[in-house]
């Protein structure tokens, strides 16, 4: 196989893996974060325990993906110094810059804080706790919001020009604020909180559906409602203005994200392409099923069409993306999920003004709640297809019409590329092995509800507070 021998496409194969995998927990974290802030803040204020018991339980979900993260976040930027050293030489200036403020910035400020909320609950007062929580919550995101401006600025570069093959800054804030990075960040956001919350409703409903302390998971499946049936909209809300940004600075990945090979001429709205088998070869699509003027429609061009809609077939063969069949259906995939999604919603909302999920009647609810089982892994899916169009889209550029991916890769045998590559796949391996067997003997263990509540008297509750507020009141055991 020729790859094999071919040190660019080892590279990238290398980064993408490292990528796909890393990319797996930071999204739980960064969205699980801002519900811990919302379940903290609703015990501080209610002093209901099942808030408090709910903290401590998705806590321990945390932690696991924060330190899988970590450990697999790190081989990732040491690529940029080993794989794509030249790249790393030309955009250092800035872009290695922007990779500080985020371990510097941000991890640390999440990091430093993370000991606080896991081990903090009765050592510290409660309000430096909150904050604890609040800013390990904010690192998170904070690091999202330094990794899209980056990573956005290789998309649409702005701020500086290319001086003698090095990056040259003339005005930092405008190449932070380059044009795809306000999207770009939000679309992130979105996608992280939206994959949490359905993580979290999706092992909500998993307990239901086994009978194991229905009325706490139906609490906590109703906040992960309350809160999507805001985020699901904006959602799609953002990634239709995405695409708009798409068809403005990127118009070669509009035309794979469609499998678009033939402009469409000036007035005549483009057919959106529902699905189509396309062939690099030939320049065509093997097979489509289309409908007549939907892209242009979709799009809405401000120009009132006044402006082609460009095919691949506009540029050469070597300014274009290769893998058009990978890069239409991620998109598709992710497009289809959010949808999805925004209709699960909808549908568990219906149910919920139905009185169908009251503590009585949620556990007969089985089809809605299997449902929500197989929508848990969904938002992985979807963000992990949205990079795939993001990235290989852009090719063949790594720095968006001004370094080509070919020229910012380091000069490495392939054979020693290949062993990294081996040992990378098998690391992560064994990593994700063991994630998934503490993740699960976390959740089949579940809630410890005896633990003892910071602050309160168990004895003087008992007497005073309603029984549903009230923990269970046998031996308190170490907590798993």
Not at 183 to 203: K, Q
Not at 237 to 261: C, F, I, N, R
């Amino acid at each position: 196989m020729d790859f094999l021998s071919d040190t660019v496409a080892l590279s990238r194969m290398q980064f993408a893996l490292t990528a796909i995998f890393h990319m797996l927990w930071p999204v739980l974290t960064t969205g699980m974060g801002i519900y811990l802030v919302i379940v903290e803040g609703m015990w501080l204020k209610t002093r209901n325990p099942d808030y408090y018991h709910h903290a401590r339980f998705w806590a321990k979900l945390y932690v696991l993906n924060f330190g899988i993260g970590v450990a697999s976040g790190l081989p990732m930027e040491f690529q940029f110094g080993t794989n794509w050293a030249p790249f790393s030489e030309a955009v250092g200036d800035f872009f290695g810059s922007i990779l500080g403020f985020e371990a510097s910035m941000a991890f640390m400020l999440e990091a430093g804080f993370l000991g606080i909320m896991l081990f903090g609950w009765e050592r510290v007062n409660s309000v430096i706790h909150y904050f604890a929580t609040i800013m390990v919550a904010f690192g998170a995101n904070l690091s999202t919001f330094w990794i899209l401006a980056a990573n956005s600025w290789l998309q649409t570069p702005a701020g500086g020009e290319i001086v003698n093959g090095k990056f040259v800054v003339d005005d930092y804030f405008q190449a932070i604020l380059n044009p795809f990075m306000l999207n770009s960040v939000s679309h992130m956001f979105l996608a992280t909180l939206e994959t949490s919350l359905f993580v979290i409703g999706g092992i909500s409903a998993w307990y239901i559906l086994n009978n194991r302390h229905e009325a706490f998971f139906g609490r906590s499946l109703k906040i992960v409602l309350a809160i999507a049936i805001a985020v699901t909209p904006l959602q799609i809300y953002v990634g239709h203005l995405s695409a708009e940004q798409v068809a403005d600075y990127q118009p070669t990945k509009l035309a794979a994200m469609e499998a678009k090979w033939e402009t469409s001429p000036a007035g005549l709205p483009a057919p959106w392409s529902v699905v189509a088998l396309p062939n690099n070869q030939t320049e065509q699509n093997d097979w489509e099923i289309s409908i007549p003027n939907g892209l242009g429609y979709i799009l809405e061009f401000k120009q009132n069409l006044s402006k082609p809609v460009l095919g691949l077939k506009h540029w050469q063969p070597e300014d274009r993306p290769r893998m058009v069949g990978l890069i239409y259906y991620a998109f598709r995939i992710m497009s289809g999920i959010g949808f999805f999604m925004a209709g699960l919603i909808g549908l568990s909302v219906i149910q919920w003004l139905r009185g169908k999920l009251s503590p009585e009647a949620i556990a007969e609810q089985k089809w809605l709640l299997r449902i929500w089982v197989l929508a848990a892994p969904l938002g992985y899916i979807a963000v992990e297809s949205g990079w795939i169009v993001r990235c290989v889209g852009r090719q063949p550029w790594v720095v968006y019409g001004q370094i080509r991916t070919a020229d910012g890769v380091s000069h490495l045998p392939a054979s020693e590329v290949l062993t990294s590559l081996l040992i990378f796949a098998g690391i992560y391996t064994a990593l994700f092995i063991c994630a998934l067997f503490f993740g699960s003997r976390i959740i089949r263990q579940g809630p410890n509800l005896e633990l003892p509540i910071p602050g309160i008297d168990m004895q003087a509750a008992a007497e005073t507070t309603p029984a549903e507020f009230v923990p269970d009141q046998r031996p308190i055991e170490a907590e798993q």
